[in-house]
């Protein structure tokens, strides 16, 4: 099975990746997407030995919402610096993740915006779907996605925590639905219902590692071998056996992310 998001480049993966990544074989996931932020030099660096190590892992290049402010005062730097990024990093399928955080509002929402639909229109160039990561903007995301005609952009909602009803937003707009281990925390039930109703062909399962560690591995840090725990959860939810979870998801990866598409 596949792990869709996961940070393997970040620095607290840097003197156990190939342990990690042992891990994550014998747990029976051959590949990942692994998030690498387009402003960040040294996680590029990282990328090498994580495509070394891993020669299955795929790529997605972007600029987090939490970066947007280093575009504040030069807007019209942002498709080139992506498009470049994306250019020095063999094998990226996928422009992420990009999108909107108006919880931490690290950046100033009109930058984020800004940043978001700058890259969303180099993705469409580029024929690469998007992983969008939205925090409490669920509706400025929306219309931006509506704005520029999706589903012409496909992609998908990374570590969905909203309710069933935004994510049929979600798949009526196109797009696919990614769930992580808040799967599984006690107080999800809202997202578990959503993950039960999920068309299955736009269902995707992912760590976020190094953060949010499924239950009972909370406090942890997180792994790729620990997206089979989130799919165990996605899969009694939805009345399935975790071997049809497991190749469905994969298959849904594949089809979305294909490694073929290239910039
Ligand atoms: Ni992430």
């Known amino acids: 099975m596949i792990d869709s998001h996961c940070h393997l480049a970040d620095e607290v993966f840097e003197t156990t990746l190939d342990e990690v990544i042992a ?31 891993w020669p299955a892992v795929r790529f997605a290049v972007g600029v987090h919402p939490h970066q947007a402010g280093v575009f504040s005062d030069r807007l019209d730097d942002v498709e080139a610096h992506v498009r470049a990024a994306v250019s020095a990093r063999p094998g990226t399928c996928a422009i992420g993740e990009i999108g909107l955080d108006y919880h931490y509002d690290y950046a100033p929402r009109d930058v984020q915006r800004e940043v978001f639909r700058r890259q969303i229109q180099v993705a469409s160039e580029l024929g690469h779907p998007i992983v969008i990561h939205t925090r409490e903007a669920d509706d ?6 509506g704005d520029v005609g999706a589903p012409a952009v496909p992609g998908v909602f990374h570590c969905f925590t909203g309710d069933a009803a935004t994510a049929q937003r979600a798949v ?9 281990g808040i799967v599984s925390f006690r107080t999800a039930e809202a997202i578990r219902e959503a993950a039960a109703a999920v068309p ?4 995707l399962v992912e760590t976020d590692s190094p953060y949010l560690a ?3 591995y909370r406090g942890k840090l997180n792994e790729p071998a620990w997206v089979v725990r989130v799919a165990e959860v996605v899969a009694e939810v939805r009345g399935q056996s975790l071997v049809e979870v497991q190749a469905q998801t994969t298959a849904t990866f594949d089809a979305l992310f294909r490694p073929g598409r290239t910039s």
Not at 172 to 180: A, Q
């Open 172 to 180: 009526d707009l196109g797009f696919h639905v990614s769930f992580s």
């Open 140 to 145: 400025d995301t929306f219309a931006m996605l």
């Open 200 to 203: 299955q062909d736009r269902l």
């Open 23 to 53: 891990r994550a074989r014998r747990a029976g996931v051959d590949g990942a997407l692994c998030m690498l932020d387009a402003t960040n030099p040294d996680e590029a660096s990282r990328s090498v030995r994580v495509a070394a190590l």
């Open 214 to 216: 499924p239950v009972p």
